[in-house]
């Protein structure tokens, strides 16, 4: 049967909200993620932009004067030129902005628990209907003055800009902006203070419309590496891991959906040279072998979140109906150092006491761990605390190791472990896992389970 366009909008919309709660609510710490999920339906680009435009106004209407609060703030300026944006300011413009426009000046006054945060535009242009346009060119000239007219009318007593030497996402306001605005303002400018608390909350905190979604995203992507990851992709002794990079690359434009990073695909295999995380770029295509054990780093962008995922596939044999099973110990030994992660996750630990526990427990379990996990949302690589890099496993130095895990942030949970095969002749393999989780204040959620077991091409009834 063939529905008018807008019957059928609305039940795709209920289908998705419908299917997103199911998700998210049967996922747990342990869940196993399915082994060939199906492919969620995707929003067309006008639902995408109402979607987007609707929970952009439900976290400027909560989130900031909370943020504010926090942090003891009256006032947050944000300054952008067109195509030189501050990352905070491209995230609250609207679905049909795809970039500021001339130069775009954001003001937020908290005026009370009574009154509320008042949101205004120092532009040309109003920002849709979220930020009522404060400066009427023709009537006065100079836009900076506006600005210096609004601080010294409203009076507050502290005035936050996005500058940090520590998170690069927090710090978008440009040198010349900031001279700009200083020159402007002149002895208001004692009222500037640097907070990089207010961008970081901004941009990592997440909301419950967008958690009500987040699994259907990352069931998009599982979805698409379970479609790469088998015999409908792969020939082996034909296809090459750079054929698969960019049938990746492809399958994302096809369903019109966005990547942040170029996809990894990578080989592991018997009798190979040692595998470093560091020269896997340097792969430049290997061909998929029976015997082969595959790695990809995958992630998409929709509806302005990101996912990011790692997983493992063996290639069978010629009458081999399973992995090896010193390959199967190894990625279960990840999945050991992912629990010996989520372990920590409280609220108020910092990002290097997590990594130190974490190492600590996997030690003494004899495991061989990396762990280089990070925030996740509005970007891939998120604002929020670091745990570990993957070249450094020690205390993070400056403010990214101190900086204090906060309720409601999603995460790409990162690491791996490294064992010897027995049936490779105890050749040492990486196991390198990562898995989008949510952590609530209480608990961590896989946001559509985790890879518990390898995934057989072909694969086996």
């Given at each position: 049967m063939s529905f008018?366009?807008?019957?059928?909008?609305?039940?795709?919309?209920?289908?998705?909200?419908?299917?997103?709660?199911?998700?998210?609510?049967?996922?747990?710490?342990?869940?196993?993620?399915?082994?060939?999920?199906?492919?969620?339906?995707?929003?067309?680009?006008?639902?995408?932009?109402?979607t987007v435009d609707r929970w952009l106004k439900g976290r400027l209407d909560t989130l900031v004067p909370a943020l504010?609060?926090?942090?003891?703030?009256?006032?947050?300026?944000?300054?952008?030129?067109?195509?030189?944006?501050?990352?905070?300011?491209?995230?609250?413009?609207?679905?049909t902005w795809l970039a500021a426009r001339r130069t775009t000046i954001m003001i937020f006054h908290d005026r009370g628990e009574d009154e509320g945060v008042e949101r205004m535009a120092v532009a040309r242009y109003p920002v849709a209907d979220l930020f009522p346009s404060a400066w009427n060119p023709e009537e006065q000239g100079d836009q900076w003055e506006r600005v210096?007219?609004?601080?010294?009318?409203?009076?507050?007593?502290?005035?936050?800009?996005?500058?940090?030497?520590?998170?690069?996402?927090?710090?978008?306001?440009?040198?010349?902006?900031?001279?700009?605005?200083?020159?402007?303002?002149?002895?208001?400018?004692?009222?500037?203070?640097?907070?990089?608390?207010?961008?970081?909350?901004?941009?990592?905190?997440?909301?419950?419309?967008e958690m009500a979604a987040y699994p259907q995203l990352v069931r998009i992507a599982h979805a698409i590496i379970a479609e790469m990851f088998s015999e409908a992709t792969i020939t082996p002794g034909i296809t090459t891991t750079e054929d698969l990079r960019w049938h990746l690359r492809q399958q994302v434009s096809d369903l019109g959906l966005d990547t942040w990073f170029h996809p990894s695909v990578h080989v592991q295999r018997a009798s190979q040279s040692a595998f470093s995380i560091a020269n896997m770029s340097l792969d430049e295509g290997d061909v998929v072998m029976p015997g082969d054990f595959l790695h990809v780093d995958f992630g998409i962008t929709y509806l302005r979140l990101n996912t990011d995922t790692q997983h493992h596939a063996y290639v069978l044999r010629p009458g081999e109906t399973e992995a090896p099973k010193g390959l199967r110990d190894g990625l279960a030994a990840a999945n050991k150092v992912q629990d010996a992660l989520l372990a920590t996750f409280k609220t108020g630990q910092s990002g290097n006491e997590m990594l130190a526990a974490t190492r600590k427990t996997i030690e003494a379990q004899g495991i061989k761990g990396t762990i280089y996990t990070h925030p996740l949302g509005l970007h891939g690589h998120g604002a929020g605390p670091g745990i570990g890099m993957w070249d450094n496993q020690g205390p993070m130095?400056?403010?990214?190791?101190?900086?204090?895990?906060?309720?409601?942030?999603?995460?790409?949970?990162?690491?791996?472990?490294?064992?010897?095969?027995?049936?490779?002749?105890?050749?040492?393999?990486?196991?390198?896992?990562?898995?989008?989780?949510?952590?609530d204040g209480k608990t961590v959620r896989y946001l559509d389970g985790r890879q518990t077991e390898i995934t057989l091409i072909p694969r086996q009834q």
């Amino acid at each position: 049967m063939s529905f008018p366009t807008h019957i059928r909008k609305t039940l795709h919309r209920l289908t998705l909200a419908v299917s997103c709660v199911a998700a998210f609510t049967t996922a747990s710490v342990h869940s196993q993620e399915l082994t060939d999920p199906g492919m969620p339906q995707i929003l067309d680009l006008d639902d995408r932009a109402a979607t987007v435009d609707r929970w952009l106004k439900g976290r400027l209407d909560t989130l900031v004067p909370a943020l504010m609060r926090r942090e003891g703030v009256d006032m947050w300026i944000l300054v952008a030129g067109e195509y030189d944006e501050d990352p905070v300011v491209k995230t609250m413009l609207p679905a049909t902005w795809l970039a500021a426009r001339r130069t775009t000046i954001m003001i937020f006054h908290d005026r009370g628990e009574d009154e509320g945060v008042e949101r205004m535009a120092v532009a040309r242009y109003p920002v849709a209907d979220l930020f009522p346009s404060a400066w009427n060119p023709e009537e006065q000239g100079d836009q900076w003055e506006r600005v210096a007219e609004i601080i010294r009318e409203r009076n507050p007593s502290k005035v936050a800009i996005n500058t940090s030497e520590d998170f690069p996402l927090a710090d978008g306001l440009s040198a010349g902006m900031r001279r700009k605005l200083e020159r402007a303002l002149g002895p208001l400018s004692d009222k500037l203070v640097e907070n990089h608390n207010l961008a970081i909350g901004w941009l990592e905190t997440r909301t419950s419309a967008e958690m009500a979604a987040y699994p259907q995203l990352v069931r998009i992507a599982h979805a698409i590496i379970a479609e790469m990851f088998s015999e409908a992709t792969i020939t082996p002794g034909i296809t090459t891991t750079e054929d698969l990079r960019w049938h990746l690359r492809q399958q994302v434009s096809d369903l019109g959906l966005d990547t942040w990073f170029h996809p990894s695909v990578h080989v592991q295999r018997a009798s190979q040279s040692a595998f470093s995380i560091a020269n896997m770029s340097l792969d430049e295509g290997d061909v998929v072998m029976p015997g082969d054990f595959l790695h990809v780093d995958f992630g998409i962008t929709y509806l302005r979140l990101n996912t990011d995922t790692q997983h493992h596939a063996y290639v069978l044999r010629p009458g081999e109906t399973e992995a090896p099973k010193g390959l199967r110990d190894g990625l279960a030994a990840a999945n050991k150092v992912q629990d010996a992660l989520l372990a920590t996750f409280k609220t108020g630990q910092s990002g290097n006491e997590m990594l130190a526990a974490t190492r600590k427990t996997i030690e003494a379990q004899g495991i061989k761990g990396t762990i280089y996990t990070h925030p996740l949302g509005l970007h891939g690589h998120g604002a929020g605390p670091g745990i570990g890099m993957w070249d450094n496993q020690g205390p993070m130095k400056g403010a990214r190791g101190a900086y204090p895990l906060w309720p409601n942030t999603a995460w790409s949970i990162e690491l791996n472990a490294e064992a010897a095969v027995p049936e490779w002749d105890g050749q040492l393999v990486r196991f390198m896992t990562e898995e989008d989780a949510f952590f609530d204040g209480k608990t961590v959620r896989y946001l559509d389970g985790r890879q518990t077991e390898i995934t057989l091409i072909p694969r086996q009834q």
